[in-house]
């Protein structure tokens, strides 16, 4: 890799990163790894924003038997963590019950 030496702006090769004195000048040089740390931060926040979409959204309940407030899935029927009554989400039993 190429870099610049501050003192006297001569350019002039390095293996890599580290402290390389110019052979111009004598003055040491340091040379750091920065396009190396910034893809790992971009991948990081990339990864963290799908994480959150598409995981389903907590939905908070209350248990009728024990009025227990808890917070679940995308599910239709939930046991109460508190006192084992299944807890009804999604009214799709309402076509079973008789209309009187
Ligand atoms: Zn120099
Ligand atoms: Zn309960």
Redo the contacts with the bound molecule.
């Keep these: 890799m190429k870099v610049r030496?501050g003192?006297?702006r001569?350019p002039f090769d390095v293996g890599g990163p580290g402290r390389h004195a110019?052979p111009?000048?004598g003055?040491m040089n340091a040379v750091g790894e920065a396009p190396v740390s910034a893809p790992p931060n971009a991948e990081a926040v990339e990864r963290a924003a799908p994480a959150a979409g598409e995981s389903a959204v907590p939905t908070r309940i209350d248990c009728p038997d024990c009025e227990f407030s808890f917070f679940v899935g995308d599910v239709a029927v939930a046991p109460c963590p508190n006192c084992r009554t299944d807890v009804v989400l999604r009214s799709e039993a309402e076509e079973a019950e008789p209309d009187v």
């Design positions: 030496c003192r006297c001569e110019c111009m000048c003055s």
